[in-house]
């Protein structure tokens, strides 16, 4: 682990707080936001952490407090914002954390690389992506994010400049660690190779929920990339019905002659922003209910090898600038579990209250992962995962929300934490075997816990 101590220019003076939510625009709180745009201007930016505690932030796409820190500091890292390396024959890159993988995408895509792991938006920055080891719908095939990653490195609290590599407890710590060990300032990561900028993708559909984890257990192994949306207001014997899209990045020999002239080419469309004001009601359980119905039956019921472009498989809600604010100012909560293979039994138990509850989710999906990675408080591990939006608002949430935290913890799941903004420390004890060594580690690195945020003290990280 060689570390470094760069000099730390003059301080500057302290920013006035500013109001700061996660995605879901729950749980405000108002920070002194400094936003580095070197190494040295963020070994800088501690002067401010050591009064008041500090968080790095990347995009905030967050839907919890993660990157919050009341009456703090926040560490805006968007400005750290540099590709250093591309070695285009190995597939590698090494860029600032700050750099975006909407950025990357952009400029490894005519190289012939993609990002290893890509979570439903790429307004994400590759220090969000490790600090919350992110996963993709290619969980099950590639692992999570801090699996590419080479080498990170990591400004800790004692002012040095640490160069962490796999295999290393400070990396198993960092790796899904929430932006507490410290700032990561800049990452090696490994790439996927790609013919096109198309995805070759199969849709289905699934008459209810064992029907789906049927289809999913039986075929998942034959695609690179899974997911299934899942209508969770649909009730009675089409509980848990589903759309599958599943695929794989499309070989250059899948595509017709007009579009082999630029096969890597790679533009997102964008849509007007949602407005800041939804009418009451727009998300209601009748509006919703419709548009799920109206959802599955334009899904085929089968069909296979369809092109798409990469921004439409994998972040089709990146077209709409803004789209949390149709939530209305009450904002939402999206709720991730994961319960392991064996537990399917859990799982039936959740969709069915959820579906029982009638909570107006039009944005739930489930999707199988693979292995578990060495971070200690990385979310995925072998198992289950479902994800669903619904409103903050809506009446009964909360303590429907705490009687499943019980039903995944008791089943041996876990919730995400980087979507998180309401669990209780003791359950999150429960679901986290590897937290004694992370609140260890930590203690050891950051004795004063410069590096803290709402989160952290929420959860006592
Ligand atoms: C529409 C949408 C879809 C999503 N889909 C998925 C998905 O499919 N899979 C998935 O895993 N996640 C998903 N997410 C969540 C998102 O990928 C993570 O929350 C990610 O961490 C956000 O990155 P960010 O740059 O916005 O970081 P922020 O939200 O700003 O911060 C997230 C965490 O990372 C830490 N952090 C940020 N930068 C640094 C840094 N430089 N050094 C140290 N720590 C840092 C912060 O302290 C914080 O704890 C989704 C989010 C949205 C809004």
């Not at 302290?14 to 400094?34: F, I, N, Y």
């Not at 994400?124 to 692992?143: F, P």
């Not at 490195?153 to 929430?178: Q, S």
Request: proline share 8%; net charge positive.
């Amino acid at each position: 682990m060689p570390a470094t101590q760069p000099s730390a220019p003059a301080s500057a003076p302290v920013p006035a707080p500013v109001p700061l939510t996660g995605w879901g625009r729950t749980a405000p709180s108002a920070a002194h936001v400094v936003r580095p745009r070197t190494h040295e201007e963020a070994v800088a930016a501690l002067r401010v952490c050591a009064e008041r505690g500090g968080i790095a932030r990347g995009l905030g796409r967050a839907y919890g407090d993660a990157a919050q820190n009341a009456g703090g500091a926040v560490l805006d890292m968007t400005g750290l914002d540099r590709v250093h390396v591309i070695d285009a024959d190995a597939g590698t890159v090494v860029c600032d954390a700050g750099v975006s993988l909407h950025r990357l995408m952009e400029v490894l895509l005519p190289l012939g690389w993609f990002v290893p792991v890509t979570p439903g938006t790429r307004y994400v920055t590759v220090g969000g992506a490790i600090g919350a080891d992110i996963h993709g719908k290619n969980h099950h095939v590639s692992g999570s994010f801090a699996r590419h990653v080479r080498s990170l490195e990591l400004l800790t609290a004692d002012g040095t400049v640490r160069t962490v590599e796999p295999g290393t407890p400070l990396f198993d710590a960092t790796a899904g660690g929430m932006g507490l060990t410290g700032v990561i300032l800049s990452a090696t990561l490994r790439l996927h190779p790609v013919e096109t900028s198309l995805m070759a993708v199969d849709t289905e559909r699934a008459a209810d929920l064992d029907d789906l984890m049927a289809r999913l257990t039986a075929t998942d192994h034959r695609y690179r990339y899974s997911v299934a949306w899942i209508d969770l207001l649909a009730r009675g014997a089409a509980t848990g019905r589903a759309v599958l899209t599943r695929g794989d990045h499309a070989p250059l020999d899948a595509l017709p002659a007009r579009a082999r002239t630029a096969p890597l080419a790679f533009r997102p469309r964008q849509l007007p922003a949602a407005p800041r004001f939804v009418p009451e009601g727009l998300l209601g359980r009748r509006s919703v209910g419709l548009f799920n119905e109206l959802w599955y039956r334009k899904a085929p019921r089968a069909r296979h090898g369809q092109l798409q472009k990469l921004s439409a498989f994998f972040h089709p809600l990146d077209g709409v600038p803004h789209w949390n604010r149709v939530y209305g100012p009450g904002g939402f909560i999206q709720y991730q579990f994961v319960v392991g293979y064996g537990a399917e039994e859990a799982l039936r138990r959740i969709v069915h209250r959820i579906s029982a509850h009638r909570c107006p989710s039009f944005l739930a999906v489930l999707k199988r992962f693979g292995d578990a990675g060495p971070g200690w408080l990385s979310f995925p591990m072998p198992g289950w995962t479902l994800a669903l939006d619904i409103p903050a608002n809506l009446p009964g949430l909360a303590a429907l929300l705490d009687e499943l935290d019980t039903e995944v913890a008791t089943a041996g799941g876990r919730i995400y934490l980087a979507k998180d903004s309401r669990l209780r420390p003791d359950t999150l004890a429960a679901m986290y075997p590897r937290l004694p060594d992370f609140r260890t580690l930590r203690q050891s690195l950051d004795p004063t816990s410069l590096f803290r945020s709402d989160l952290s003290r929420r959860l006592t990280l």
